[in-house]
T-cell receptor, first 118, second 111 residues
Framework: GAVVSQHPSWVICKSGTSVKIECRSL??????MFWYRQFPKQSLMLMAT?????????EQGVEKDKFLINHASLTLSTLTVTSAHPEDSSFYIC??????????????FGPGTRLLVL | TQLLEQSPQFLSIQEGENLTVYCNSS?????LQWYRQEPGEGPVLLVT?????EVKKLKRLTFQFGDARKDSSLHITAAQPGDTGLYLC???????????FGPGTRLSVLP
């Protein structure tokens, strides 16, 4: 299957700093990438949809000025958590969409980035 | 309210037992996917179903999409400790729309 990577896999930072997370599709081009957040023992919550060359679409309740998304190329999307606070500590997962057929779109997920804000 | 409900929320069984987990909604989906996620990792796609009544098999896993495309089930035969994980279903109501995830079923298979 298609491969999606994330970097870094772990990050620990002080409150108030900004953290950038990269999501790359390694063997296919993805016009659409997604960013999710997952709290312990909970499901994935979609934060935003990232479209190459255009502004990201944010889900209700997600602050676009806090979670900056850039999708500069067909293989790279970045999520920057600005002025991170302890409540932003979470598992951040990206996915890239591969359109396999009219009805069978597939998302491939990255391995996730665990953020701990002290 | 959740668009997708999953049951049971937790399941702990002995190796060799069979089990079924369910994904239900009041909405119709154009496609539905099942994922397994292990701790500290991203979800891994198991299957995509798109046709009402469709049944797909993946070794010991059997997936079924309801006739009305509102629900799905995952049956595991002779469960093994390696099947332990969080099983997530995700549905897209229309082509091109984002997938919405259910809350997941956390399965633990004890040796």
């Amino acid at each position: 299957g298609a491969v999606v990577s994330q970097h870094p896999s772990w990050v620990i930072c002080k409150s108030g700093t900004s953290v950038k997370i990269e999501c790359r599709s390694l063997d296919f081009q993805a016009t659409t990438m997604f960013w999710y957040r997952q709290f312990p023992k909970q499901s994935l919550m979609l934060m935003a949809t990232s479209n190459e060359g255009s502004k990201a679409t944010y889900e209700q309740g997600v602050e676009k000025d806090k979670f900056l998304i850039n999708h500069a190329s067909l293989t790279l999307s970045t999520l920057t958590v600005t002025s991170a606070h302890p409540e932003d500590s979470s598992f951040y997962i990206c996915s890239a969409r591969l359109s396999a057929s009219r009805f069978g779109e597939t998302q491939y997920f990255g391995p996730g980035t665990r953020l701990l804000v002290l | 309210t959740q668009l997708l409900e999953q049951s049971p929320q937790f399941l702990s069984i002995q190796e060799g037992e069979n089990l079924t987990v369910y994904c239900n909604s009041s909405s119709v989906f154009s496609s539905l996917q099942w994922y397994r996620q292990e701790p500290g990792e991203g979800p891994v796609l198991l299957v995509t179903v798109v046709t009402g009544g469709e049944v797909k098999k993946l070794k010991r896993l059997t997936f079924q999409f309801g006739d009305a495309r509102k629900d799905s089930s995952l049956h595991i035969t002779a469960a093994q400790p390696g099947d332990t994980g969080l099983y997530l279903c995700a549905g897209a109501r229309n082509y091109g729309q984002n997938f919405v995830f259910g809350p997941g079923t956390r399965l633990s298979v004890l040796p």
